[in-house]
């Protein structure tokens, strides 16, 4: 289908805007009044530019408070109106949204709303525009869709028709199912804008809460399908107040609201897209500095050995277990400081995660190959880490292992006796997402990925709330947690981790902790509560105690977990998962994160 | 009455919240369980910080989940408090908030409650420490103060009292009256925040929304004097989780919290500092600039005259009508751009404005005075604006211009017939704060100087929302306008400007245009919008676009305003008022604000 956006779901003026969701791929727009007024462009210049975007004006919008007034206000409203029918024509636009209105002088009068409804389409059909009412869920008398309709069906006239919109629909709680007694055509033009289920006024939320379809906790697929059985064919078109979308870079927004639609258009089954390869672990985790000094000596007390050398590039490769690292060592001055630069996930099918990626917009990453180097596809994330799509070691497909040859280890000699791995497998990896891109980096996962979206949690840093919400696989092999800084701030303040998973924690601590790694402190007071709350047995406490190890539990199992110091953006946790424990230790992260200050601080 | 806070309420670890406290002036504190658990500092070592610091540890808490639970639960709970009363003796802590209990295996049984809490006072008193229950809003049983009383009653133990917390009680409308029928000395506790009055969510508004008393839309003075006349003789303590107060900083956020109980202690009628001495006008707007050419060309064009010089700074007098600006060109490397850096009020008594202000935590401004200068006191403003206490040239008092001497007038020529002034007086004046001021800016004018507040706006910046609220004494002599930018920035980035009243805003325009100062303009789709709206005569419209001048009406009058160019952080605004129009011309916002950037760009 068509896809439409309202221009006042993105930040910036109205010619930035066009730019942006042009570029991003939309079919058309929404003007919104207030972006006009605005702008110094007029309505013909509007009318060109967009033109020579390709894109259609498709709907005018809001005009409000028109229906159900007495004699002297209507006749006052029909001169608006026939101001904004002349703004119509100069900019080409054939198709005006009026919303229910809210004015103390309506009446509660079905019948005369239709009556002077079907004055306004008489007007609006002399300029070859159309009407599309619709009910605002706050509107003074007329607050649900089939209120609408059946004032619609009432006035009974051909360029009368209604508006549906999911935010006002599904805000009220009111069933989409009577949307198929609407005949298709009477339908004009339908709106879409999703929103996490808060118990809040509706006119605030609406205002400051909307998100895209995907973002939310609507469900927008159901109702788009039912439009479209009902014989709905006009543009699907986001419309959405969001007060982080207004501050947000409109390039990147209108890329991430097109992908939302591709993604509704799957989930109604309007399209089919290539399914996503559903990774089923992580490859590799790929670090990259200027000075790989420290990253060399964390790597090799948490128990890493340098495995191998790429064939043509800077790039080392560490391994534990099936835990991989490759140390990139040709960084240019862009990110200085230790940093994760890429991730690779095993998928069943590199290729169609990759066309599933390019499906969803996801920015491919061009990549400078040597000649025998084995195909290997990235894509970027929203935090700009590459994501590659791999297949270790496996007969049906080359392996990007294959690029690397064997070195000497470069491992410490272990102690008599000493187990080959402390690390089993990287356990998940934290990412820290730009302030603006906290909701649409879990569309991108899910949609992209096909990775299942926990809920979002609150995390108390002594300087601000974090938040925080976790992507993974079915089984559990990818875990990505997305994070969110309390205040904005450049890449090099997010912080980014790896978590490993280790199957002795304490051992593990321990052998890190002689080969004179430190792991960061954590205060004896809150031993004193865990004894409170879990009372465990003293010596198992004062082993946690001891190493700094945190301790969870949820009603699956158990949760034990540590931490490295930070460098440059860095640090590493170690895991340690018992039962089906499937948490991140989120009830610790306040005390992790005052500790983590405190060391930075040298306190 | 002594005054405490909990550590939740500021941002950091607990040593600096601490610091932050004690330096604000607060006599105790509550100990938030997580700040303590998240401290390096032990239990001991933070009761000597304490008491080196001359506060007392009034409160320890939370302690969760307690209460009416089955047998062998209440054994462990009861454990998990000896623990706690252990941590409590270390700290030299006495009182305990046991909150009511949102576990799903509570039971729904006041008696089993009452014996339940019955033992745990017994055991809190071997250690010398009581307990004070309260009702948590979204208690799984308890949700009133009223319920947890009756427990409280019931289990009848001298350890055992309540905790009333204004949120709690004020969130669900709970009337406060009943309070008095709880004996003084069964009321252990009073914890107070206030809140904006939004409708959502209980525990979500509590966890993100509380505010400092005074702040929000709570009557929490009236609850105050209610447990006052019960009888209670505790502390009044604030209890504040706020998002943005989490990532301020906290030594300004403690001075913000203990004003706002001096407020409150004032409102409840349990003290009587200084009345405010409620300003009636703009004595004037001082501004400063390493280049002073700039702002002397604007000056000019808009008709203002110098009329005086400092007789002992580099400061000059430029007046037209009752408007005064002094134009500070002695200013230093810290504010290069033009800004302005302070505002005069006209006050009934300078004395007491300036006893208030003090007795109000208002920092004092130390002022460098030669011999001669007229005593003019001054405090800062959250912002950094310095407000001096003038009266001028009135019998009773010494006058600040007294040390002007007049100079040769540096006003262009006037034409044939020019009236003498086209400006009358300062109308108001806007200020940005910084963004985690708002709400405390708002209570600091009123507070301070006995300003009204109005309701907070939301104004749509082509990047953002722009909160805004106006302050202004009864008559509207003085308005101040706080505004706070979409996204954080630094001094430089927050805007302020002087709004003008004339008589006759189209001849003012014209005539500044006529001398050489371009007014901002604003797009001709405003202006058919405006026709659309309000039908004026064709030939005013075509004034008010040519002259870029905006339009604005409510149910008193009209309001008609224009814009200069910025420059450095500075606009000016030419405003007219008609009728008794009381606001700011806050509809037309979007478009102005959109007009800025353009015209910032050069577009």
């Known amino acids: 289908m068509r896809k439409s956006i309202a221009t006042v779901s993105l930040s910036g003026p109205l010619s930035e805007k066009l730019t942006a969701i042009a570029t991003a791929g939309f079919d058309g727009v929404e003007i919104f009044e207030n972006d006009l007024l605005s702008s110094p462009l007029s309505p013909e210049e509007v009318r060109l530019r ?7 004006i498709d709907l005018y919008q809001p005009f409000r408070d028109f229906e159900a007034v007495p004699a002297d206000v209507l006749a006052r409203n029909l001169r608006r109106a026939e101001r904004k029918f002349a703004v119509m024509e100069r900019l080409g636009a054939d198709l005006l949204l009026v919303c229910s209105s809210v004015a103390p002088e309506s009446a509660d009068d079905d019948d005369l709303a239709a009556g002077q409804l079907r004055l306004l389409a008489d007007r609006a059909e002399l300029h070859g525009i159309r009407i599309a009412y619709e009910a605002l869920a706050w509107g003074r008398h007329v607050r649900t869709y089939d209120h609408a309709w059946r004032i619609v069906e009432q006035a009974d006239h051909p360029a009368l028709g209604t508006c549906l919109d999911s935010f006002h629909i599904l805000s009220r709680g009111s069933d989409p199912k009577g949307i198929a007694d609407i005949p298709g055509e009477k339908i004009f033009f339908l709106q879409l804008a999703d929103a996490p289920l808060m118990a809040m006024d509706i006119l605030q939320w609406s205002r400051h809460h909307r998100c895209f379809p995907g973002q939310g906790g609507f469900d927008v697929a159901a109702l788009v399908t039912a439009v479209v059985q009902a014989g709905y064919r006009g543009p699907l078109s986001l419309e959405v107040f969001n007060d982080v979308f207004r501050q947000a870079d409109a390039s990147s927004t209108a890329v991430d609201a097109l992908r939302s639609l591709l993604l509704l258009e799957e989930s109604a089954g309007l399209s089919a897209p290539p399914a996503p390869a559903v990774p089923s672990g992580f490859a590799f985790a790929e670090l990259t500095a200027a000075d790989t000094e420290p990253l060399r000596a964390v790597l090799g007390a948490l128990g890493f050995a340098r495995a191998g050398r790429h064939m043509s590039k800077p790039v080392e490769l560490w391994e534990q277990g099936e835990a991989r690292i490759l140390l990139n060592t040709g960084v240019s001055g862009r990110r200085p400081g230790p940093a994760l630069a890429a991730i690779g996930v095993e998928t069943p099918d590199p290729d169609r995660a990759a066309r599933r990626a390019e499906g969803m917009l996801a920015p491919v990453v061009p990549r400078r190959r040597a000649p025998r180097d084995a195909p290997l596809d990235a894509v970027a994330a929203p935090d700009g880490t590459e994501l590659f799509f791999c297949r270790t070691a496996r007969p049906d497909h080359s392996s990007w292992t294959g690029d690397f040859t064997a070195v000497p280890s470069l491992a410490l000699p272990g102690g008599p006796g000493e187990p080959a791995a402390i690390i089993r497998r990287i356990d998940h990896i934290a990412l820290t997402q730009p302030w603006h891109q906290f909701d649409e980096a879990a569309l991108f996962h899910r949609g992209v990925l096909g990775l299942e979206v926990d809920d979002s949690l609150d995390l108390a840093d002594p300087y601000g709330l974090v938040r925080s919400r976790a992507v993974a696989s079915p089984g559990g092999g990818v875990r990505i947690v997305l ?22 924690i304490v051992g593990a601590a321990r052998r890190i902790r002689e080969r004179g790694l430190g792991l960061l402190p954590i205060p004896a007071n809150y031993y004193d509560d865990v004894a409170a709350r879990y009372e465990p047995a003293p010596q198992d406490l004062a082993a946690l105690a001891e190493l700094g190890i945190l301790y969870d539990r949820d009603e699956n199992g158990e949760f034990f977990h540590c931490y490295t110091a930070t460098i440059g953006r860095l640090f590493f946790e170690l895991v340690q998962r018992t039962g089906g424990y499937r948490g991140y230790g989120a009830q610790n992260a306040a005390v992790r994160l005052a500790a983590q200050h405190a060391h930075q601080q040298g306190v």
Do not use: F, K, M, V
Request: aromatic share 0%; with cysteine; proline share 7%.
């Open 483 to 504: 994070n969110i800084a309390p205040a904005p701030g450049g890449e090099e303040t997010r912080l980014q981790h790896i978590a490993l998973a280790t199957d002795d």
């Open 50 to 56: 967009c033109a020579d975007l390709g894109l259609s």
